[in-house]
């Protein structure tokens, strides 16, 4: 069997064995197959069904992990309603948009402090909702 090996950037034809050819054949295929690897994991992660599960697109929850998550949005909901609606802008503005207080002040055309003020209104509403609500004492007495 005739192999070509470049040898410093000289093509080298050498007669082997078919076992050799064979050898050097699945050599290559290998060196293959990890350039491929590597260029697919190039952030050096392994793929494993932690990550398709993690950050993968075929994730989905499991019916009680939707509920919980129902449940919570409910709960903070119902605990934002004793809020004005000023305090529940500015703290949504805050929270979920990750915005300053001074952004928030711009934006509503109000004062830092003002913003604070709201903001620790809403946290105190919402720590006295919770602190009283039906979920802490538990359904059996």
């Known amino acids: ?26 050599a290559r295929h290998k060196g293959e197959n990890l350039s491929h690897e590597k260029r697919r994991h190039w952030d050096q992660r392994e793929f494993d069904e932690y990550i398709v599960a993690r950050e993968g697109r075929c994730y989905f929850e499991t019916p009680e992990q ?11 909901m119902d605990a934002l309603e004793n809020c004005t609606e ?12 990750g915005l ?7 934006l ?21 909702y919770f602190n009283n609500s039906p979920c802490k004492t538990g359904f059996w007495g």
Request: glycine share 6%.
């Open 1 to 26: 069997m005739e192999v070509h090996i470049k040898i410093y950037g000289q093509t080298i034809s050498i007669e082997v064995s078919t076992e050799v050819g064979e050898f050097l054949d699945r």
């Open 66 to 76: 939707w509920l919980c998550r129902k449940e919570t949005l409910q709960e903070i």
């Open 86 to 97: 000023i305090q529940r802008q500015r703290f949504l503005l805050f929270a979920l948009n």
């Open 100 to 106: 300053s207080y001074t952004e928030i002040g711009k």
């Open 108 to 128: 509503c055309g109000c004062s830092k402090s003002a913003v604070q003020s709201s903001i620790e209104a809403v946290r105190k509403k919402c720590r006295d």
